[in-house]
Structure formats: C-alpha cells, structure tokens
C-alpha cells in the first residue's frame, strides 16, 4: 500500500513562516510528480505548488516569490517552505502523488492533509 503523510502545519501569525513535510510511504519504485494543494472553507481545492514529471516546478501565483518547494529524493519526500504568510493561505494543505510501485501499479494518492492557520 502506497500512502501520503503530511505535517508540520500549525497557528502562525501574519508574517511568519511554516515548512510543511509530505511522506511517501509503501513499495514505491518512483514518484513521477507531486504537489501540494490548499482546501480553505468555502473554496475549492486549488494547487499552491508541485513538481512536474521532468523535475520542473509550478507555483501559483499567490505563492510566488513566498513559498518554496523542495524534495529529499532518498527519503521519498516533499516540503513546502511557506514564508510571509497571510491570512488568505489559511487552510487544509495537502499532498498528492503520482506514484509508481513495483510491478508497473501506478497510484496517485492524497495525504489526509494539515492544518496551516495564519492570524492577522
């Protein structure tokens, strides 16, 4: 079984900084792309940033020039650096994985998220 585990959100203020961690775990062979979305009250979910197939990064616009993407190859996991936050980043972040597992299964999993809170 392949699954996604997030952490490291929290209650920041308005400012502050958080650095998000996304696990892979299970028999994974390669992670094709990952990325990290935010689900805020009210909104559909949209993505803040993620990695492309050939390595690239993609960043929304809101995140530009803020947050940061990263990730450890070895350890099958992917941060999120989020800097200056506001209170319009509030939300449920999550990740999601394209993942391939021995034997050519393919899995694109969803971590169950964490909370980030940014207070004015």
């Known amino acids: 079984q392949v699954q996604l585990v997030e952490s490291g959100g929290g209650l920041v203020q308005a400012g502050g900084s958080l650095r998000l961690s996304c696990a892979a775990s299970?028999?994974?062979?390669?992670?094709?792309?990952m990325g990290w979305y935010r689900q805020a009250p009210g909104k559909q979910r949209e993505l803040v940033a993620r990695?492309?197939?050939?390595?690239?990064?993609v960043y929304a616009d809101s995140a530009k020039g803020r947050f940061t993407i990263s990730r450890d190859y070895a350890k099958n996991t992917m941060y999120l650096q989020m800097n200056s936050l506001k209170p319009e980043d509030t939300g449920i972040y999550l990740c999601n994985g394209r993942l391939q597992g021995y034997g050519g299964s393919y899995y694109s999993p969803w971590g169950q998220g964490t909370q980030v809170t940014v207070s004015s």
């Open positions: 990695f492309s197939s050939d390595g690239s990064t």
């Open positions: 299970g028999s994974i062979f390669r992670i094709n792309a």
